[in-house]
């Protein structure tokens, strides 16, 4: 899958766009800024609006192409970030030391989920932010209807009711799914359905 990533963010256009997810920009609007981890960050939309917002923003990617690509928007933006070329599985923080992580399209196995996210929240500070939205499995139907994106297998999407139990200790202020109207670059683009959330560490 990494050659995959890689062949996709080799070509000069940002295929999934400049700009940030819509629902990322908004959480972040209503929070005070710190530190944030972007999991599977690709090209760096997020990463950048995050910074440019005043975020100390750490990212990783295991595709080498999506870290060229993240810090070349973050110099065409004025900004810093830091990005690390890593598998989800590799990659480590300290406990309590970040104030958010934003997990925007980030998919993994579900088998993976139940072992990284348990310990990713180990990251986040007390009263730290989980920031999400990714597809969920009802997008299969939305790819042949709308051809609006996402990954094909369902093991790699979510299911609403299971959000509570792969994020365990997180207090929920929003966990909805939702059709959206989706206008990220040339792969997300027209109606899909995805999984929103945000909630904070208790
Ligand atoms: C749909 S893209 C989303 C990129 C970015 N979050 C965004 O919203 O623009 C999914 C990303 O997940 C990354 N990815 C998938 N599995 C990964 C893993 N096990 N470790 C690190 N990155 C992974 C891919 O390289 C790809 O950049």
């Known amino acids: 899958m990494q050659s995959f990533w890689n062949d996709r963010y080799s070509q000069e256009e940002y295929v999934y766009g400049e700009s940030p997810n819509e629902w990322l920009r908004e959480c972040l609007g209503g929070l005070p800024p710190g ?11 997020n990463a950048v609006y995050a910074a440019q917002c005043g975020w100390e923003v750490e990212a990783f990617d295991y595709s ?18 830091n990005y690390q070329v890593a598998d989800a599985g590799e990659v480590h923080y300290p406990a309590s030391s ?19 996210f348990p310990n990713w929240i180990k990251w986040l500070k007390p009263g ?51 059709e959206v109207m989706l ?11 995805v999984i929103r959330f945000i909630g904070k560490k208790s």
């Open 35 to 45: 530190k944030i981890l972007f999991p599977a960050e690709g090209e760096g939309r």
């Open 64 to 81: 080498e192409e999506g870290k060229r690509k993240a810090e070349q928007l973050a110099r065409k933006n004025g900004v810093q970030i």
């Open 98 to 116: 970040l104030d958010a992580i934003a997990l925007i399209f980030s998919h993994f196995p579900e088998a993976l989920r139940r072992q990284l």
């Open 128 to 178: 730290g932010y989980v920031i999400f939205e990714c597809f969920s499995i009802g997008q299969l139907h939305y790819q042949q209807e709308h051809g609006s994106g996402g990954p094909k297998d369902s093991a790699l999407l979510y299911a609403l009711d299971q959000i509570p139990t792969e994020f365990p200790g997180i207090e929920f202020s929003v966990l909805e799914e939702k």
């Open 183 to 193: 206008q990220e670059g040339t792969y997300h683009s027209g109606l899909g359905q």
